[in-house]
């Protein structure tokens, strides 16, 4: 009985404070299992390493996860399974996402710590509001939308990467936010803080004969070797960074950061493969020199800079 009057509290409007908050994730996962089938449509993804199917309520994230994923091909190794199931306020019988109580205050390490002594992962958009809960045991999650594509505006260049974060790190793999540039199946990790020149650098080796497999987000396999997998086709440049290169992009599609993204695979279907086996880790710095210089950094540094 108590329980029951929680749930319709919190599905009547409550705000959501740590308190309530495992609470909140447990019935809408819940709730999102027990969702009629036949009012959603089911998209399955078959990137490297994980088979994604994500159920939705229309085709319009299900087309955006097309244009963005690297899907493996077909003799690669099947990967593990997770399901996502992406319902927003349009659906009959699905509540609009709750808000958070602003009074009690908001700490992203309170909130994942929350999360975490109930078993589950999970992220909070304020502006939209959304949410996304992910139980790493059964391996499914929810994406609680406001409306069809009110996922969080810098998710639009990587989709469900959160979801995939988390699929990911239940199988011992990593999602990295990082660069990469290689040459003969062979090649570097570039990692920092944005604006570090970590595209820039990315995009001129790519138009000068090196290769890469991703310039934000990519997979991390750790086994007698390091290899990095492509995740997502779409790489971003501002104005200033194209123009150092010379290229020039044919209706250019500007993100929430005011960045162009593009297709780097079918830009550059030579340059961009799927992985590369990862030899060297670069700190990429904007120093403004007349020419590039190469400094060696400790290993500490270095697992800083990753971190």
Same mark, same amino acid.
């Given at each position: 009985?108590?329980?029951?009057a929680?749930?319709?509290?919190?599905?009547a409007?409550?705000?959501?404070?740590?308190?309530?908050?495992?609470?909140?994730?447990q019935?809408r996962?819940?709730?999102?299992?027990q969702y009629? =089938?036949?009012? $959603?449509e089911?998209?399955?993804?078959?990137?490297?390493k994980l088979?994604l199917?994500?159920?939705m309520?229309?085709?319009?994230?299900?087309?955006?996860?097309?244009?963005?994923f690297?899907?493996?091909?077909?003799?690669?190794e099947?990967?593990?399974?997770?399901t996502v199931?992406a $319902?927003?306020?349009?659906l009959?019988g699905?509540?609009?996402?709750? &808000?958070?109580?602003t009074d009690?205050g908001?700490?992203?390490?309170?909130?994942?710590?929350?999360l975490?002594?109930? +078993?589950?992962?999970?992220f909070?958009?304020?502006?939209?509001?959304?949410?996304?809960?992910? %139980?790493?045991?059964t391996?499914?999650? *929810?994406? *609680?939308?406001?409306?069809?594509m009110?996922?969080?505006?810098?998710?639009?260049g990587s989709?469900?990467?959160l979801?995939?974060?988390?699929a990911?790190?239940?199988?011992?793999?990593r999602?990295?936010?990082?660069a990469t540039?290689?040459? &003969?199946?062979?090649?570097?990790l570039?990692?920092?803080?944005?604006g570090?020149g970590?595209?820039?650098?990315?995009l001129?080796?790519?138009?000068?004969?090196?290769?890469?497999v991703g310039?934000d987000?990519?997979?991390?396999?750790?086994?007698?070797? *390091?290899?990095?997998? =492509?995740?997502?086709?779409v790489?971003?440049?501002?104005? %200033? +960074?194209?123009?150092?290169?010379?290229?020039?992009?044919?209706?250019?599609?500007l993100?929430?950061? &005011?960045?162009?993204?593009f297709?780097?695979?079918?830009l550059?279907?030579g340059?961009f493969?799927?992985?590369?086996?990862?030899? =060297?880790i670069?700190?990429p710095?904007? =120093?403004?020199?007349?020419?590039?210089e190469?400094?060696?950094?400790?290993?500490?540094?270095?697992?800083?800079? $990753?971190?």
């Amino acid at each position: 009985m108590a329980e029951a009057a929680r749930r319709t509290l919190i599905l009547a409007g409550e705000q959501i404070s740590l308190r309530t908050l495992p609470a909140y994730a447990q019935e809408r996962l819940a709730a999102a299992m027990q969702y009629p =089938a036949q009012n $959603l449509e089911e998209h399955r993804f078959r990137l490297p390493k994980l088979d994604l199917d994500v159920r939705m309520a229309g085709p319009e994230l299900a087309a955006l996860c097309e244009q963005r994923f690297v899907q493996r091909e077909c003799d690669e190794e099947v990967g593990q399974h997770a399901t996502v199931h992406a $319902l927003d306020a349009t659906l009959d019988g699905w509540d609009a996402p709750a &808000g958070w109580d602003t009074d009690t205050g908001f700490s992203s390490r309170e909130f994942e710590r929350a999360l975490e002594e109930a +078993g589950l992962r999970g992220f909070y958009h304020h502006d939209a509001p959304s949410w996304q809960f992910f %139980n790493p045991a059964t391996r499914t999650g *929810v994406h *609680v939308l406001p409306s069809r594509m009110g996922i969080p505006p810098w998710e639009i260049g990587s989709p469900m990467r959160l979801f995939m974060h988390w699929a990911y790190a239940a199988q011992g793999l990593r999602l990295t936010h990082a660069a990469t540039l290689g040459i &003969g199946g062979k090649g570097a990790l570039m990692v920092g803080a944005s604006g570090s020149g970590k595209s820039g650098t990315t995009l001129a080796g790519l138009l000068n004969g090196l290769q890469s497999v991703g310039d934000d987000y990519v997979l991390l396999e750790h086994g007698e070797d *390091v290899t990095a997998h =492509a995740l997502f086709r779409v790489f971003k440049q501002d104005d %200033n +960074g194209l123009r150092r290169v010379g290229l020039r992009l044919e209706n250019p599609e500007l993100n929430w950061h &005011g960045k162009h993204e593009f297709d780097a695979m079918a830009l550059m279907p030579g340059a961009f493969v799927r992985r590369l086996k990862i030899t =060297a880790i670069f700190l990429p710095h904007v =120093a403004r020199l007349e020419r590039t210089e190469i400094e060696p950094v400790s290993a500490k540094h270095a697992a800083l800079a $990753l971190a």
